[in-house]
């Protein structure tokens, strides 16, 4: 099985004030993948969305704007790679 694991586009930098929230879990999330190659095990993947902008949904979740810029990362980063 090929794993992409992803972070989503919800996260940011700015909130809250100094956590840096948006690098820390690319960090987190990357270094999981990076250690499943080194172990040889070459089907999982890292992808980081970009982040959302203005207009938000509710609650600060994605409109459906948003969900389809990240359907289409997903799309591209799996053709991209050959992932099908």
């Known amino acids: 099985s090929k794993i992409v694991l992803l972070v989503g586009t919800m996260m940011s ?7 840096r929230q948006w690098t820390r879990i690319q960090s987190y999330t990357k ?5 499943e190659n080194k172990a040889g095990n070459t089907n999982v993947y890292f992808l980081a969305l970009t982040p959302q902008n203005p207009p ?4 600060w979740h994605p409109t459906v ?7 289409n990362q997903l799309v591209d980063f799996i053709q991209k790679n050959k992932l099908f």
Do not use: L
């Open 65 to 71: 704007a948003t969900h389809q810029k990240m359907a």
């Open 31 to 35: 270094a999981v993948a990076e250690q």
């Open 13 to 19: 930098d700015y909130w809250p004030v100094g956590a």
């Open 56 to 59: 938000y949904g509710d609650d």
